[in-house]
């Protein structure tokens, strides 16, 4: 029986074909296996007029030889054939090659035969004679599959392609840059300051220069400062002896001979005490120290790594980072750029937390739906790197498909999806000067008057933004009454 519909028989002249209107979303490379040639010329000519390649053929030896030789995304198969049977072929294809989906057609449709098919692992199933336009709207849905697998396999390459620091996953320009500098940095001995927002992986970066420096095989030892209660903080860093003080029941060893020989990292160093911030400065200009209530002098070799969130600049003017200990601290500082200004490293982090999180759960997760992905890429992220990482472990654990939809997300992250009234709009009547003031004033209150993180938001160097704010008189709000490290006020007021 013919594949080709009764309106669409041939005619004198070729064949009558309806009017396909657009070319298909993603050309295909279609396999057509048919032993009626009027039938499989009709589809080759309907489908080529969409835009996609066609192969023909009439046996399902020759089938087989065209699968090993000729690149194929989808397989047109005859359920019935002199030589072979279409489900047979279905198994064979499925079996050796996984990526061509298959469309079962047959003109002997039953339910029984349709589930045979679909069980198999036919991507569709359809009678004849067939619909035109069924099987190119068909095709479009399998153009949106290979369209998928291919976009999985670009991630997994790039993913692949970061082989110096395997557990930073990154493909933006700026991430990039930073890696040169790591890969600069780590081999010495410097000291080193991570800046940049929580969740950005400042941790991961400081354990990544450990791994990559003279000190790999030695102890990576992390600190974080501002989990520690400040009256504890000296003796986890130093350690004590026994009877030093009320508690002490035991000799502690602290963190800094913890390290010996290895890397200390310090995070959040920044939420360290001035008194506390005195004494670190020593042990690095001395390289030795005393635990609380010892006598002997322990001279620790340690690479120090710090890490930090905070406005450096404000941080020193306000004394609650020593200017000293910053000039010690700093001989090489890595900002790393939170995650809203990188949106490029957004699709390439969710596909790596797809597989890590699928693998942890034990679940059959294969990608993200098109819109899913550039839900993705549309939110601001806050939490940055550590939020991304959590939106997508949900997603894998509550999805219900093998690939994570919108429904799969958070709320928070669906209802950030831009609508037609959240589109960007210029307010009318404004100069271009008093545009740019108001960029520079939303985006300094986004940023809690944060200027070094404003002026990357803005695509522009801090000392530019400096002299913009002096040009257009735009002073940060203060709190009524003097704050602590602010000077006197003139005539005693």
Request: proline content about 7%; hydrophobic content about 40%.
């Amino acid at each position: 029986m013919s594949w080709i519909p009764e309106t669409l028989s041939p005619q004198a002249g070729g064949f009558t074909l309806p009017l396909m209107g657009e070319l298909a979303a993603t050309p295909l490379r279609v396999l057509v296996l048919d032993d009626d040639l009027d039938s499989s010329a009709w589809v080759a000519v309907l489908l080529t007029s969409r835009g996609h390649t066609v192969k023909q053929v009439a046996t399902g030896a020759a089938y087989r030889d065209a699968l090993a030789s000729w690149h194929a995304d989808v397989a047109l198969l005859d359920m019935i054939l002199p030589d072979a049977d279409g489900v047979e072929l279905l198994h064979y294809t499925r079996s050796h090659h996984p990526d061509v989906e298959a469309i079962m057609i047959t003109g002997h449709g039953s339910i029984t035969t349709a589930v045979r098919a679909m069980t198999t692992g036919a991507f569709s199933f359809l009678e004849k004679p067939v619909d035109a336009g069924h099987l190119s709207a068909l095709l479009d849905k399998v153009g949106e599959r290979v369209a998928l697998v291919q976009e999985n396999r670009r991630l997994q390459a790039a993913l692949e392609g970061t082989p110096t620091f395997p557990k930073l996953v990154a493909q933006s320009e700026s991430m990039k840059q930073l890696f040169r500098l790591m890969s600069v940095v780590a081999p010495t001995d410097a000291n080193v300051l991570i800046h940049g927002e929580n969740g950005t992986g400042k941790e991961l970066i400081a354990e990544a220069i450990h791994q990559n420096s003279k000190r790999a095989g030695k102890p990576f030892v992390r600190l974080n400062c501002a989990a520690i209660p400040t009256e504890l903080l000296e003796s986890e860093l130093f350690g004590h002896r026994k009877g030093s003080f009320t508690g002490a029941i035991a000799d502690k060893v602290g963190l800094v001979e913890l390290a010996h020989g290895g890397s200390l990292l310090l995070d959040e160093i920044g939420e360290m005490q001035p008194a506390l911030q005195a004494k670190l400065l020593r042990v690095l200009q001395e390289r030795e120290f005393r635990p609380i209530g010892g006598t002997r002098a322990i001279t620790p070799d340690f690479r120090l790594i710090c890490a930090t969130n905070v406005d450096l600049d404000q941080a020193l003017s306000n004394g609650t980072l020593r200017r000293d200990l910053y000039f010690r601290i700093n001989t090489i500082t890595l900002t790393v750029p939170p995650l809203r200004e990188r949106p490029d490293d957004i699709p390439l982090l969710a596909e790596h937390f797809r597989v890590h999180c699928a693998d942890k759960h034990k679940r059959e997760v294969k990608g993200f739906e098109p819109e899913a992905r550039r839900l993705l890429v549309r939110h601001t992220w806050p939490g940055n790197v550590r939020e991304l990482e959590h939106v997508v472990e949900r997603a894998v654990i509550v999805g219900e498909g093998d690939l994570i939809r919108v429904s799969d997300m958070p709320e928070a992250i669906r209802s950030g999806a831009p609508t037609p009234h959240t589109a960007f709009n210029i307010p009318p009547d404004h100069t271009l000067a008093e545009l740019e003031r108001m960029a520079i004033v939303q985006t300094l209150e986004r940023t809690r008057w944060n200027k070094r993180a404003a002026a990357h938001s803005l695509g522009m160097y801090r000392p530019t933004l400096y002299s913009k704010l002096k040009k257009y008189k735009i002073y940060e709000p203060r709190p009524r009454g003097p704050r602590k490290g602010d000077p006197p006020l003139p005539n005693g007021g």
